[in-house]
């Protein structure tokens, strides 16, 4: 394992976009060259510009980890807040799924609206970032889905491999937890899952598998229809032979995630009625130990919703000391 301080910057601006299309190729400017292009004299070599040096994130840290069932690397970002001194006390610690994207803006939500600690509680951040030489799309969908769905047309689940939660849950639990708990002082009883979207599915997976893996759920407009709402037949399995569910879950959506007029609205899927069915399914067993909640966010999108349900999320699962300042 290798431990670096200050993660770059531009590694961390990769942004996680599932679905989306790919970007224009160059080779569609070929015939745009003149024929006599060979025959031109090169052109001087361009003088190197200086390398400018990497904008970094201050107190961060990358861990490199081989997965050992599957053999994949993964990276580990982490953040220590601001007040953070070895064997002082211990943190919670907050996992977020999608690191490319979420790391960073969650690092900002904590050190802003947290208010060291007044209204957010300090907390240690690890981002889940995926397999290394592999896009992210390709990784979250096979890492967060837990299934392997049938492919009905060439446009639905265009990622190259699916249904491989249980190998990623198990990786977590097996390497990444006891990895964090030897390097950082955390209370690992005090772990927050937040996840968007495939990752909100695949929190959703671990809470009817694990639940226990972490003491609360922040998950984010969940891709609960994912090959056919799969996720409740889970849920089912559970129930049989379970009376308990012992965690803390928030599910979230944007008042735009469900079928409607304007171009923002969602034409395929119903994440609002998804996540308040899953709420009144959850509730309606009487699992000991489960607490649920629901909440539409008014203005939000699939795209725009994340930062405001990240804010909200981390006010529920983790108050600060109080009182309540806004700037």
């Known amino acids: 394992m290798k431990h670096w301080k200050n993660l770059g910057f531009a590694l961390a601006l990769a942004v996680v976009c599932a679905g989306c299309g790919p970007a224009n190729s160059s080779s569609d400017n070929k015939a745009a060259v003149a024929p006599d292009t060979a025959a031109r004299p090169a052109p001087a070599a361009a003088v190197a510009e200086p390398a400018l040096p990497a904008l970094e994130l201050p107190n961060t840290f990358v861990h490199e980890v081989r997965a050992e069932s599957s053999g994949r690397d993964y990276q580990l970002w982490v953040s220590l807040p601001a007040g953070y001194k070895r064997g002082e006390k211990q943190y919670p610690v907050v996992f977020v799924a999608d690191a490319a994207y979420s790391f960073p803006l ?4 904590r050190n802003l609206l947290g208010q060291d600690g007044r209204n957010i509680e300090d907390f240690v951040l690890v981002g889940l970032s995926p397999e290394r030489q592999m896009s992210a799309q390709n990784s979250r969908s096979r890492d967060y889905t837990p299934s392997v769905p049938v492919r009905s047309s060439p446009d639905a689940y265009t990622a190259e491999r699916y249904g491989q939660a249980d190998v990623y849950r198990d990786y977590l639990e097996q390497q990444v937890f006891p990895l964090i708990a030897a390097e950082y002082d955390v209370d690992m009883e005090r ?9 909100g599915l695949f929190g959703s997976y671990v809470l009817l598998t694990r639940p226990q893996m972490f003491s609360a759920y922040i998950l984010g407009s969940p891709s609960l229809w994912f090959d056919k709402h799969r996720i409740l037949g889970i849920e ?8 308990a569910l012992p965690a803390r879950v928030m599910l ?8 409607g007029d304007s171009p923002r609205h969602f034409n395929s899927v119903d994440l609002i009625g998804d996540i308040q069915r899953f709420e009144q399914r959850l509730e309606s067993r009487g699992y000991r130990g489960l607490t649920v909640d629901s909440e539409v966010l008014p203005g939000e999108d699939h795209l725009t919703v994340f930062p405001s349900l990240v804010s909200r999320g981390l006010l529920w699962a983790l108050p600060g000391h109080g009182p309540y300042t806004s700037g």
């Open 191 to 199: 772990k927050v899952f937040v996840g968007h979207s495939y990752g």
């Open 236 to 243: 089912a399995d559970y129930d049989r032979d379970h009376d």
């Open 106 to 109: 969650v690092r900002s939500i």
């Open 252 to 259: 979230y959506a944007g008042e735009f995630e469900t079928p």
